[in-house]
């Protein structure tokens, strides 16, 4: 059975710094995509960054301040989270996705971890 789960959220104050962890499990991820989204109340989730072997992606909003990294060894993906900013607020999800080809799909969610970042 495959399991990705969050860790590292919380509530901290603006400017601070967190780090998600994402364990998966049930399979090797080695050559999957992984990614982080959020979702904030009322709003659509949205991609935050993502890593596969090919290179890294950050949505301009968090560019500079996020940063995703991961160790195939412990099949664990990070995001690094500083300066952080109020508008950060939301459940964050790990994902991940099988690559064919250069087309991939979200296989694969977390259960979300709420991050708070209070003004």
């Known amino acids: 059975q495959v399991q990705l789960v969050e860790s590292g959220g919380g509530l901290v104050q603006a400017g601070a710094s967190l780090r998600l962890s994402c364990a998966a499990s049930?399979?090797?991820?080695?050559?999957?995509?992984m990614g982080w989204f959020r979702q904030a109340p009322g709003k659509e989730r949205e991609i935050v960054a993502s890593i596969h072997w090919s290179g890294t992606y950050y949505a301009d909003a968090v560019k500079g301040r996020f940063t995703i990294s991961r160790d195939n060894a412990k099949n664990t993906v990070y995001l690094q989270m500083n300066s952080l900013k109020p508008e950060d607020t939301a459940v964050y999800y790990c994902?991940?996705?099988?690559?064919?080809?250069?087309?991939?799909?979200?296989?694969?969610w977390g259960q979300g971890t709420q991050v708070t970042v209070s003004s």
């Open positions: 994902a991940a996705g099988a690559v064919n080809a250069g087309h991939y799909g979200w296989d694969y």
């Open positions: 049930g399979r090797t991820f080695t050559s999957y995509i």
